[in-house]
T-cell receptor, first 114, second 118 residues
Framework: SQQGEEDPQALSIQEGENATMNCSYKTSINNLQWYRQNSGRGLVHLIL?????REKHSGRLRVTLDTSKKSSSLLITASRAADTASYFCATEVRTTDSWGKLQFGAGTQVVVTP | DTGVSQDPRHKITKRGQNVTFRCDPISEHNRLYWYRQTLGQGPEFLTYFQNEAQLEKSRLLSDRFSAERPKGSFSTLEIQRTEQGDSAMYLCASSRHHSTGGMNTEAFFGQGTRLTVV
């Protein structure tokens, strides 16, 4: 079973608009990461936020983390056609003796039209 | 170092045949992960290694699947007696990890091996 669930499953916006997607998870985490995947390609890391952090920025990306609600959000500002991709959240969860198992949600498919 | 490398990129095999995939991680990374991804879904965790030790194997992985990382460097994933349901993209990733502090770098993914079982 997958740890995270992204919402919405699909998002269609126009260039210049902001895109927001959410991720909920179930168990305690060490960190939460967001990845992007272009069709048929490997995943590209976007941003990592640790469990003791609440907000992080990287370029046009803004990530928030609310561990009390077990949720995170990814905001892409001023979207571009090149942002068209699937976006996945992944959580580093604890195994029997250490952290390190990375579990993914089902993803949000984002389409940005010119 | 140019990142995580997977070979082959594509594999078409007949049902019942065995296949083996290889992953070369980033050289200084001690963790290596295998995932399976089907169309429209997120990557499903299969197994992962810390150096040469296999730390966990998903219940999704039947006895037909085996993974090794013999010297703590490259890894292989073998599927025996392939079935049509094994058709998927198989992704490998690596990261640097502290035993107590957790992951201190993101995971870097390869381009994947797309398996088609006919």
């Amino acid at each position: 079973s997958q740890q995270g669930e992204e919402d919405p499953q699909a998002l269609s916006i126009q260039e210049g608009e902001n895109a927001t997607m959410n991720c909920s998870y179930k168990t305690s985490i060490n960190n939460l990461q967001w990845y992007r995947q272009n069709s048929g390609r490997g995943l590209v890391h976007l941003i990592l936020i640790r469990s003791n952090e609440r907000e992080k920025h990287s370029g046009r990306l803004r990530v928030t983390l609310d561990t009390s609600k077990k949720s995170s959000s990814l905001l892409i500002t001023a979207s571009r056609a090149a942002d068209t991709a699937s976006y996945f959240c992944a959580t580093e969860v604890r195994t029997t003796d250490s952290w390190g198992k990375l579990q993914f949600g089902a993803g949000t498919q984002v389409v940005v039209t010119p | 170092d140019t990142g995580v490398s997977q070979d082959p990129r594509h594999k078409i095999t007949k049902r019942g045949q065995n296949v083996t995939f290889r992953c070369d991680p980033i050289s200084e990374h001690n963790r290596l992960y295998w995932y399976r991804q089907t169309l429209g879904q997120g990557p499903e965790f299969l197994t992962y290694f810390q150096n040469e030790a296999q730390l966990e194997k998903s219940r999704l992985l039947s006895d037909r699947f085996s993974a090794e990382r013999p010297k703590g460097s490259f890894s292989t994933l073998e599927i025996q007696r392939t079935e049509q349901g094994d058709s998927a993209m198989y992704l490998c990733a690596s990261s640097r990890h502290h035993s107590t502090g957790g992951m201190n770098t993101e995971a870097f993914f390869g381009q994947g091996t797309r398996l088609t079982v006919v």
